[in-house]
């Protein structure tokens, strides 16, 4: 496919366990976002990717949440020691563009639910 | 603090109806005013953006004006159709170093 592609699209953690969510973009795309999304809610920002560079992970809650894009194309976002508050839809989107005020191309996301 | 404000949170217009989505924001730093659309299940996706150089942009049934000195800018969907039912997001950034930021959505539900 020619989207961004999430796995898992489900996942189900015990509090207090470790959670890897993977994304795929779009090839030749610059740019990689992070956002969560609450239910009934809008995306936050979590963290932003130029190529390999973390240029702002200003988003990020706290310093269980860790992300990497280690070749500048697959990304991983990792939640260290989960919790009922981490349960939400994590987004990947990603852009042609380096700024930010391209056209954010998203995956379907990967919903998480911390039992 | 809330950067976007998005309003209705809800919205039921009958077919063929305008359906009409209001944002404000307060950061002037912010140059590109884009708006998503998400169904169910699925990732949000581009449906129309301005930049502050125009007030106005239609593409198809879709039209965004956009009003500088207010900091503020609307969503209208003319003819709306059972098929536009979904939550639509405002959001904004601005080309310096502010990621988009998002407004909460609203959910759109167009009868017939």
């Known amino acids: 496919g020619a989207g961004v592609s999430q796995s898992p699209r489900y996942k189900v953690a015990k509090r207090g366990q470790d959670v890897a969510l993977r994304c795929d973009p779009i090839?030749?795309?610059?740019?990689l976002f992070w956002y969560q999304q609450a239910l009934g809610q809008g995306p936050e920002f979590l963290t932003y990717f130029q190529n390999e560079a973390q240029l702002d992970k200003s988003g990020l809650p706290s310093d269980r949440f860790f992300a990497e894009r280690p070749e500048g194309s697959v990304s991983t976002l990792k939640i260290q020691r989960t919790q009922q508050e981490d349960s939400a839809v994590y987004l990947c989107?990603?852009?042609?563009?380096?700024?930010?005020?391209?056209?954010?191309?998203f995956g379907e996301g990967s919903r998480l639910t911390v039992l | 603090q809330q950067q976007v404000k998005q309003s209705p949170q809800s919205l039921i217009v009958q077919k063929g109806g305008i359906s009409i989505i209001n944002c404000a924001y307060e950061n002037t730093a912010f140059d590109y005013f884009p708006w998503y659309q998400q169904f169910p299940g699925k990732g949000p996706a581009l449906l129309i953006a301005i930049r502050p150089d125009v007030s106005e942009k239609k593409e198809g049934r879709f039209t965004i004006s956009f009003n500088k000195s207010a900091k503020q800018f609307s969503l209208h969907i003319m003819d709306s159709q059972p098929g536009d039912s979904a939550t639509y997001f405002c959001a904004a950034s601005s080309s310096g170093n502010t990621p988009l930021v998002f407004g909460k959505g609203t959910r759109l539900s167009v009868i017939a």
């Open positions: 090839s030749g795309h610059v740019s």
């Open positions: 989107a990603s852009s042609l563009q380096g700024a930010n005020t391209g056209e954010l191309f």
